[in-house]
């Protein structure tokens, strides 16, 4: 078993459980960071984001379609047609 020292004077070995690792880990954050680091553990059941995190990779190949479109919309940009989402709001009211 090998032990490695750290800045702290901890002693931690490479045979850690990554729970005992994340132990370790938390009692080094600050009050701030662990409330980021529970927002981003939350997030792991949020349902919209699980449904991203579990749905199919999309399989459809490109089509010559989808490049006719795309590069109509980079030469739309590339011009200056475009609008800010603010913009494109306002005017749907």
Do not use: C, N
Not at 17 to 44: H, Y
Not at 71 to 81: F, N, V, Y
């Amino acid at each position: 078993m090998l032990f490695v020292r750290d800045t702290h004077a901890r002693y931690r070995s490479e045979d850690m459980t990554a729970k005992e690792k994340l132990r370790e880990r938390i009692e080094t954050f600050s009050e701030e960071e662990a409330g980021e680091a529970l927002r981003l553990l939350d997030m792991r059941t949020d349902p919209v984001i699980a449904a991203f995190r579990d749905a199919p990779a999309d399989d459809e190949p490109w089509t010559e379609d989808d490049e006719v479109a795309a590069a109509e919309g980079r030469a739309d940009l590339a011009a200056g047609r475009t609008v800010s989402l603010d913009e494109a709001l306002r005017a749907s009211e």
